[in-house]
């Protein structure tokens, strides 16, 4: 079990940047892979990016590729998106999410622990 809280949103002008983050409680953090997603106002949430147990693999979305960055701090239990150049259309609510297994996944319904979301709202 794990509990996922997600820090760091708010709103910015379209070009800024934003880091988000995400502290994961208990001892295990290092053992669940963890992905970023977003869900806009009136769409379905979607894959952002994710990221490998230990950091060294890392996968994102074409629509955010050169732009986000996701890393890990295992001995701080915080998984963090860097957001540069943002786009009016990264406007979501940014929600962070632990799988707990050995494999990396961009599915939605392949995570287990959900955190409750942060609004970043990006300006024209």
């Known amino acids: 079990q794990v509990q996922l809280v997600e820090s760091g949103g708010g709103l910015v002008q379209a070009g800024g940047s934003l880091r988000l983050s995400c502290a994961a409680s208990g001892r295990t953090f290092s053992s669940y892979a963890m992905g970023w997603f977003r869900q806009a106002p009136g769409k379905e949430r979607e894959f952002v990016a994710r990221?490998?147990?230990?950091?060294?693999?890392?996968y994102y979305a074409d629509s955010v590729k050169g732009r986000f960055t996701i890393s890990r701090d295992n001995a701080k239990n915080t998984v963090y998106l860097q957001m540069n150049s943002l786009k009016p259309e990264d406007t979501a609510v940014y929600y962070c999410?632990?799988?707990?297994?050995?494999?990396?996944?961009?599915?939605?319904?392949?995570?287990?622990?959900w955190g409750q979301g942060t609004q970043v709202t990006v300006s024209s």
């Open positions: 990221i490998s147990r230990t950091g060294g693999s890392t």
């Open positions: 999410a632990a799988r707990s297994s050995v494999t990396v996944s961009v599915s939605i319904s392949a995570y287990d622990f």
